[in-house]
T-cell receptor
Framework: GAGVSQSPSNKVTEKGKDVELRCDPISGHTALYWYRQSLGQGLEFLIYFQGNSAPDKSGLPSDRFSAERTGGSVSTLTIQRTQQEDSAVYLC????????????FGSGTRLTVV | QKEVEQNSGPLSVPEGAIASLNCTYSDRGSQSFFWYRQYSGKSPELIMSIYSNGDKEDGRFTAQLNKASQYVSLLIRDSQPSDSATYLCAVLARQLTFGSGTQLTVLP
């Protein structure tokens, strides 16, 4: 696609429920990244994919968080048993390669856990 | 020590003035540096990249890099109200690491 597409744009969920966030990167971009941005904060790295493998998942905050990427394209970030502190904007970015000149971000998914 | 540090501001400048945004980083091995602009409620947008010591100019924007001092800055000349946003400094190490951002307000 022309840009990085994320869905849903907004998600309200009850504490304890599982959620899935989707990212469709720019066509041909092999590297894909997930970041989280809490209100008024900077971007917190979560996980990086090169193709379908995740060489760096050091930013995942707990084992409730997981992510996968299939076909070298779409990625899904899953949060199990959501907690209120998971409320944030989840941003996906992609780049041609891991050393690309900057990342292109999607518009994000705003997750609210009530 | 945070990996990438920015003055959180807020920074206010009058329209037409020069806005100066600063950033320091801790990883001496970093080679690639970026400035992103983020409007309220929007996602970050890449506005400048710099890889070598010195200045890099693009329109009203100038990025400055000093690797010895581990310092990156962004100058915005002839600031406009439309430049009002949060500016994020980002440094590429294993992955892109962001500062917490500086909120800039340009007053008409």
């Amino acid at each position: 696609g022309a840009g990085v597409s994320q869905s849903p744009s907004n998600k309200v969920t009850e504490k304890g429920k599982d959620v899935e966030l989707r990212c469709d990167p720019i066509s041909g971009h092999t590297a894909l990244y997930w970041y989280r941005q809490s209100l008024g904060q900077g971007l917190e790295f979560l996980i990086y994919f090169q193709g379908n493998s995740a060489p760096d998942k050091s930013g995942l905050p707990s084992d409730r968080f997981s992510a996968e990427r299939t076909g070298g394209s779409v990625s899904t970030l899953t949060i199990q048993r959501t907690q209120q502190e998971d409320s944030a904007v989840y941003l996906c970015a992609s780049s041609l390669s891991s050393r690309e000149d900057g990342y292109t971000f999607g518009s994000g998914t705003r997750l609210t856990v009530v | 020590q945070k990996e990438v540090e920015q003055n959180s501001g807020p920074l206010s400048v009058p329209e037409g003035a020069i806005a100066s945004l600063n950033c320091t980083y801790s990883d001496r091995g970093s080679q690639s540096f970026f400035w992103y602009r983020q409007y309220s409620g929007k996602s970050p947008e890449l506005i400048m990249s710099i890889y070598s010591n010195g200045d890099k100019e693009d329109g009203r924007f100038t990025a400055q890099l000093n690797k010895a001092s581990q310092y990156v800055s962004l100058l915005i000349r002839d600031s406009q109200p439309s430049d009002s946003a949060t500016y994020l400094c980002a440094v590429l190490a294993r992955q892109l690491t962001f500062g917490s951002g500086t909120q800039l307000t340009v007053l008409p």
